[in-house]
């Protein structure tokens, strides 16, 4: 699976938009992109998912370059709910052995 | 609607003394199970995953061993904890060919 590349930390004030970069530049044909995101001592949380179209669901909306080299995950208006560390990764999604493989991920901080 | 289960919620043992952490999964069948473990301030390490009963596959050397003995239960275990084994210890689960994660509300373990 492709590797994934993260800022470490962001902040976003509360009711902004939040725009998350992840580049994943050796990303295969076949390797979709997952975000998920992990608030302080829960397990991680799926958010969205997508292979080269814009995707957007009730959470966020997915946005992939033409050539699917790098992603911006957007959270339309921030809450303070949404401080969380987000995780960009890359994966076949078909195959019972599919692993999802977890980086540091970016923290990000919505302040009021 | 699935659910997946982890107990202990919180587990403090002396080094040298086992380990068992269960995790349990209702409401599919034939599950991919995941074990992850989380030191502080780090990212998910995926230690364990298992496309079927009996099936194990290992991601990381360690003295740590992972078993399924049921469809929908995943049990991870240890002979000799380490200090080195603190952290929160996470189970997941897909479903076969699925997309998304589910993760457990997961178990703290401190190794005194």
């Known amino acids: 699976d492709a590797k994934t590349t993260q800022p470490t930390s962001m902040d976003c004030a509360e009711g902004r938009a939040a725009n998350l970069p992840c580049n994943h530049s050796?990303?295969?044909?076949?390797?979709?992109v997952y975000w998920y995101r992990q608030i302080h001592s829960q397990g991680p949380q799926y958010i969205i998912h997508?292979?080269?179209n814009n995707e957007t669901n009730e959470m966020a909306s997915l946005i992939i370059t033409e050539d699917r080299k790098s992603s911006t995950l957007i959270l339309p208006h921030a809450t303070l709910r949404d401080t969380a560390v987000y995780y960009c990764i890359v994966r076949v999604a078909a195959g019972s052995w599919g692993k999802f493989q977890f980086g540091a991920g970016t923290q990000v901080v919505v302040t009021p | 609607s699935q659910t997946i289960h982890q107990w202990p919620a919180t587990l403090v043992q002396p080094v040298g003394s086992p380990l068992s952490l269960e995790c349990t999964v209702e409401g599919t069948s034939n599950p991919n199970l995941y074990w992850y473990r989380q030191a502080a301030g780090r990212g998910l390490q995926l230690l364990f995953y298992s496309v079927g009963i009996g099936q194990i596959s290992s991601e990381v050397p360690q003295n740590l061993s992972a078993s399924r003995p049921q469809d929908r239960q995943f049990i991870l275990s240890s002979k000799k904890l380490l200090l080195s084994d603190s952290g929160f210890y996470l189970c997941a689960w897909t479903r076969q060919g699925g997309n998304e994660q589910f993760f457990g509300p997961g178990t703290r373990l401190t190794v005194l």
């Open positions: 050796t990303i295969s044909g076949n390797e979709y």
């Open positions: 997508g292979l080269k």
